[in-house]
């Protein structure tokens, strides 16, 4: 993601010039996700889950090769993490053929996409080792949607990379990220293993996409936009 970013002059809610008042929004698991009062942001604070939904590597009949075990996408009757020939969960799954990105790999899709595209075809989805995404529970809110935009911070070095809403995931589960997400932040791990215990800050601003499939440098530009650093520091400092 080091590439040249030019923003746009919006106008930024200044969080700085006054204290945050926050409230609990809701328990997700054991993690408590709070409400900045009138100031449009969810934050909560835990460790990071790999997502590699929407790559094109992402599951393969031969676990070997893919990026993450064929069982986290399903099982025959019951597929949710692959796409099938009939959209159904009792479908077969769709394998890519020599036009597609990854032969041989079966279709992942991911909550957002481009519907410009067939159902059936890869680049419909949000790829995981390309775009930093984060997913969250299924209704976790219905003013923080799918292409919305969350600025994600890695607290043992501080470094932090803007993500788009890009995938849903199981209603008790919370704190999960893509790979690129993960590379950005250089939390060491892969969907497969994991990794190591995480400390992550999840800064999800309300209202902030257009349900959009974006490029990585459009995320980069767009959270910019609605954070200041002053934001982003008093917010870490709560």
Not at 40 to 59: E, L, N, T, V
Not at 178 to 198: E, R, V
Request: hydrophobic content about 35%; glycine content about 8%.
């Amino acid at each position: 993601m080091k590439t040249l970013i030019f923003l746009t002059l919006l106008s930024i809610p200044d969080l700085a010039s006054a204290q945050l008042t926050k409230k609990l929004y809701k328990t997700i698991g054991s993690v408590k996700v709070y409400e900045v009062e009138n100031k449009g942001i969810y934050i909560f604070r835990s460790g990071f889950s790999f997502d590699a939904d929407g790559a094109p590597k992402a599951y393969h009949k031969n676990d070997k090769v893919a990026l993450d075990f064929l069982a986290n996408a399903g099982k025959p009757g019951n597929w949710w993490g692959v796409v099938t020939n009939t959209g159904k969960k009792d479908g077969i799954p769709i394998v890519q053929t020599a036009q597609d990105p990854a032969p041989g790999y079966y279709v992942s899709p991911t909550s957002l996409a481009d519907k410009s595209k067939k159902v059936q075809d890869p680049n419909r989805y949000v790829d995981s080792q390309e775009i930093p995404y984060i997913a969250l529970p299924s209704k976790f809110s219905t003013q923080f949607k799918l292409g919305d935009i969350a600025l994600v911070v890695n607290k043992k070095n501080n470094l932090r990379c803007y993500a788009i809403f890009a995938d849903v995931g199981p209603a008790n589960k919370i704190g999960e990220g893509s790979i690129s997400l993960a590379k950005q932040l250089q939390i060491p791990g892969n969907p497969k293993a994991g990794g190591p215990t995480a400390d992550v800050v999840y800064i999800l601003i309300k209202n902030s996409g257009s349900s959009a499939v974006l490029g990585k440098q459009q995320i980069q530009s767009i959270g910019q936009t609605k954070l200041s650093e002053a934001d982003i520091s008093n917010l870490l400092s709560e």
